[in-house]
């Protein structure tokens, strides 16, 4: 859990390792000392490390300090990219069909740039036949291989096969670029905007 520093008559310590407000070492100074030099200054006095022997402060200004740890925290929030993880389960002796409609949800989340884990879940004498498991996992990365890597490769857990893909880094910046254009607001029509012409119906020509 965050705490915030100590500031000003909050500092409890009788003397401070005093740090100027370019960085600059002031030295170890009474408490009473160096709040009078935050005054000077018209900046406060902040303790950056509590746990030093004497503590650490130094010279700032607080309330635009915050402003600025808010605001880099925010963007790096922005900025950081939610890893979703997808899970698709398959049976070891699965139906041609069903193995095809299943790879193509992982074709699928994979062009929507999340991760996907691939269970293979064995029951009964299946669990003596674990090569039909890696069979088909081996099978199933190497038909998707344009969109994603193996990230985590196939092991066994329990009466399960695990494997985890990953999609490229191109495959997960155009699925990035695709929900950023998706977000732009359209533009308000204005007066006189397509006037006389028909509406023009698009198809949509996105793989799935």
């Not at 010279?59 to 939610?82: P, T, V």
């Not at 993880?85 to 398959?90: F, P, S, V």
């Not at 254009?181 to 308000?188: H, I, L, N, V």
């Amino acid at each position: 859990m965050s705490v915030e520093p100590r500031v000003n008559e909050q500092i409890r310590a009788r003397e401070v390792r005093l740090v100027g407000p370019e960085g600059e070492q002031v030295g170890i100074v009474p408490l009473e000392r160096a709040l009078q030099l935050a005054a000077d200054v018209d900046l406060d006095l902040v303790e950056v490390a509590p746990m030093a022997r004497p503590p650490v402060c130094k010279l700032m200004d607080f309330g635009k300090f915050k402003y600025e740890s808010a605001l880099k925290a925010r963007e790096a929030r922005r900025n950081q990219q939610q890893t979703v993880i997808k899970e698709m389960k398959l049976r070891p002796k699965i139906d041609p069909h069903d193995y095809e409609t299943k790879k193509g949800h992982v074709v699928r989340f994979l062009k929507a740039g999340d991760k996907v884990k691939v269970t293979i879940m064995f029951r009964g004498r299946e669990q003596s036949r674990p090569e039909l498991g890696f069979r088909l996992l081996r099978r199933l990365s190497e038909e998707i291989s344009e969109l994603g890597f193996v990230e985590s490769s196939p092991k066994q857990d329990g009466r399960n096969m695990i494997m985890v893909l990953a999609p490229h880094r191109a495959t997960k910046a155009a699925a990035n670029a695709a929900t950023a254009s998706a977000a732009k607001p359209a533009r308000e029509p204005r007066e006189g905007d397509g006037a006389g012409v028909e509406p023009v119906a698009v198809a949509d020509t996105t793989a799935e």
